[in-house]
């Protein structure tokens, strides 16, 4: 009888501890899947090239980008905007050619989020 009721109310927490996990992943997608943000950075701005531990990974492609990036001298104010410094960045990115975060096409027209 003792062991019938431990095992209700732990299969109960088990069901309880899963359920918060499964919500919290899917809180975390949602804000990851915002247009425009990639690891809750918007991705416009002043951008510095690292060579490891950037704010995001990415990589450059020629065909079906996640985002399409402009290089602009000023005012990189919307998406897919990026002025490239050597300081005072916004974030910064280091180029990969595996598991990036993010795979982007440099454009001259046209940049934001395919």
Partial sequence: MMNNKIHRYASKFTRAIVLSFVTLFMMVNIVEAAPG?????????????VERFADIKVKVVDH???????????????????????H???FTIQ????????K?????HFPGVK
């Avoid at 990036?69 to 990189?76: E, S």
């Avoid at 180029?95 to 993010?102: K, Q």
């Fill in 95 to 102: 180029y990969v050619t595996a598991f990036p975060d993010l």
């Fill in 64 to 86: 079906f980008p996640d985002l399409k990036v402009k290089r602009v001298q000023h005012f990189p104010n919307k998406i897919g905007e990026w002025q490239f410094v050597t």
């Fill in 104 to 108: 982007i096409q440099f454009v001259d």
């Fill in 37 to 49: 943000y990639c690891n809750g950075i918007k991705l416009c701005g002043k951008v510095k090239v």
């Fill in 88 to 90: 005072g960045e916004d």
